[in-house]
């Protein structure tokens, strides 16, 4: 049982008009959204996962700072901007602006809290040299700054060859499940299934179950709940897991963050806009536009090993 239900319906409307106005030349360009809507009786539990936000985005600073990799990408409420450029000065770090998130409220629940809605995302990096590259980078945009981006923030080369495969493809669906269907086990079924939102007709889907490594589980990525940076070539790359590691030991409340991200979750992305169910809540969010007619499903941790 959720608490209530209509927080989705704007996304849904919004989500048609963007479908309605298409150019059949270009992909729509989906917005950045993130809105939750909790379980009965699961509230409480709110305070825990915006920490684990806001352990995520520490850890992304302090990887830096040890040196684990050369940049990284951080957000600061745009009021604290100026005090925690100077706290990081004196830290040795360079930070630069990539560019200020205004978030549009009525579709937007912010990351950390409903009252910080302004964030500006800075490259910070030990180096400027290295911050200035960053930043250069993801202005230019385009598959030759994939590999360069990917390398500056740590990724691990088997996910950035993933990466520049993936940019160059048409009618991509979201990388997360390209990242599920490669993953070792896989069970893949294309079938009818419950939508989802509980309504009794049932929708095409393509299905994927399979059960994942908890530490690079990115499937609440856009909610800040993560614990690593990129999304993973597959659910079962040990690399991207050493790097997990690394960042989880800059987070003190990494041992419930595993826990929660070993639990079963339903992603369930329709057109560019995916549903996550989770124990604890419903989160809806921005996926890739597509015009494939199906649900594209991935069934986590179902099976337990
Ligand atoms: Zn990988």
């Known amino acids: 049982m959720f608490l209530i239900e209509d927080p989705f319906k704007d996304l849904l409307i919004k989500m048609n008009q963007l479908k309605n106005n298409q150019n059949q030349l270009n992909k729509v360009e989906i917005p950045s959204f993130s809105r939750i809507v909790w379980r009965e009786n699961c509230r409480d539990n ?10 995520f985005n ?3 600073l302090m990887t830096v700072v040890n040196k684990v990799r050369d940049c990284g990408i951080f957000l600061v409420e745009d009021i604290k901007y ?6 990081f000065n004196k830290m040795g770090l360079i930070f630069l602006p990539i560019q200020k998130i205004e978030k549009d409220n009525s579709l937007v629940q912010p990351i ?13 990096s030990y180096s400027e040299e ?9 202005r230019s945009g385009g598959a030759n700054s994939v590999s360069k981006i990917g ?3 740590g990724y691990p080369s088997c996910c950035i060859k ?6 160059k493809e048409k009618d991509a669906i979201d990388s997360i499940f390209t990242a599920a269907k490669k993953t070792k086990g896989v069970k893949i079924s294309k079938e009818k299934v419950a939508d989802g939102k509980g309504f009794p007709k049932k929708v095409s889907a393509e299905t994927l179950s399979v059960n994942i490594l908890p530490e690079i589980n990115v499937a609440l990525r856009n909610f800040g709940v993560k614990t690593i940076s990129h999304i993973p070539c597959s659910f079962d790359c040990k690399e991207s897991q050493k790097i997990s590691k690394k960042f989880l030991q800059f987070m003190p409340s990494s041992s419930s963050l595993l826990k929660f991200l070993a639990e079963p979750m339903i992603w369930d ?4 806009m995916a549903i996550i169910n989770t124990k604890w809540l419903r989160g809806a969010t921005q996926s890739i536009f597509h015009d494939d007619k199906i649900h594209h499903i991935i069934n986590l941790n179902k099976r337990k090993v």
């Open 130 to 138: 290295k911050a200035q590259e960053l930043v250069g980078c993801l």
């Open 162 to 167: 993933s990466l520049l495969k993936y940019s």
């Open 58 to 60: 520490r850890a992304e």
């Open 269 to 272: 992305e329709y057109k560019g």
């Open 82 to 87: 100026q005090e925690e450029c100077f706290n």
């Open 112 to 124: 950390f809290s409903s009252e910080k809605s302004r964030f500006i995302q800075c490259a910070v």
């Open 46 to 55: 709110s305070d825990l996962f915006y920490r684990w936000a806001e352990e």
């Open 151 to 153: 390398k500056l923030l």
